[in-house]
């Protein structure tokens, strides 16, 4: 199957598109294009893979599904398009955690393409969306799809950082070698949980000395 993705990502899982389920699964993200109004658009599912090749990541975040919002989702986890404002509430929970942390103001825009280009692989459990309708994929076999991603990520690289955030996320960690990765957890930064540790988490100062101890950039968040 011919899926439209950053070539060393199509390399890696080219397996898994040959799968019966993926197959079943792109159907099904076919056809819900053609009945409802469904997000990211179709050019940006695969965005958070294409803004970070697999031999540059060095970061995972993980989230749920894109936001169901009309005009919010563009394929990469927790980011808006630039020209999206106010930011959604998450977002701006995650601006003033690094404003804490480490002193970065908010930036004057949302999208966090800036962080995907310097190895931030900001991934979806699920990779579409109904408007208007939070998990409303969640059925089609995404999950088994980025789970797999997850296993690549974990089998083939040394000393990646994964942030998960809350209790959907936290799960994935059973998918990663922790002899040879490091995991951050915290609850979500959505307003219902942030105050329960996202806020004052400091995973962004942390996830940088551990780059650093690992002679690699930091991120510039």
């Known amino acids: 199957m011919d899926v439209t993705i950053e070539q060393s990502w199509k390399a890696l899982l080219k397996d898994e598109f040959e799968k019966p389920y993926f197959k079943i699964l792109v159907n099904k993200v076919r056809e819900a294009y053609k009945s409802s109004d469904v997000w990211p658009k ?33 394929g990469l986890c927790f980011s808006v398009p630039s020209n999206v404002k106010p930011f959604p509430k998450s977002l701006i929970n995650i601006f003033k955690e690094i404003e804490s942390d480490i002193g970065h103001p908010f930036p004057p825009d949302g999208n966090l393409e800036r962080w995907a280009e310097q190895g931030v692989f900001l991934l979806n459990a699920a990779l579409t969306v109904r408007a208007h309708e939070p998990n409303s994929h969640k059925d089609f076999g995404w999950e088994k799809f980025t789970d797999e991603v997850i296993r690549q990520i974990s089998a083939r690289k040394t000393g990646v950082v994964f942030l998960l955030w809350g209790s959907h996320a936290i799960k994935k960690a059973d ?30 100062s942390k996830t940088n000395e551990i780059l650093i101890s690992q002679n690699q950039q930091p991120i510039n968040w």
């Open 42 to 74: 179709g050019q940006a599912i695969f965005s958070a893979f294409d803004k970070c090749p697999f031999d540059k990541l060095k970061v995972v975040i993980l989230g749920q599904d894109p936001y169901p919002t009309p005009g919010h989702a563009h």
């Open 175 to 204: 998918l990663i070698d922790k002899t040879r990765h490091r995991i951050l957890t915290s609850v979500h930064p959505s307003p219902l949980s942030a105050h329960r540790g996202f806020l004052g988490c400091k995973h962004f």
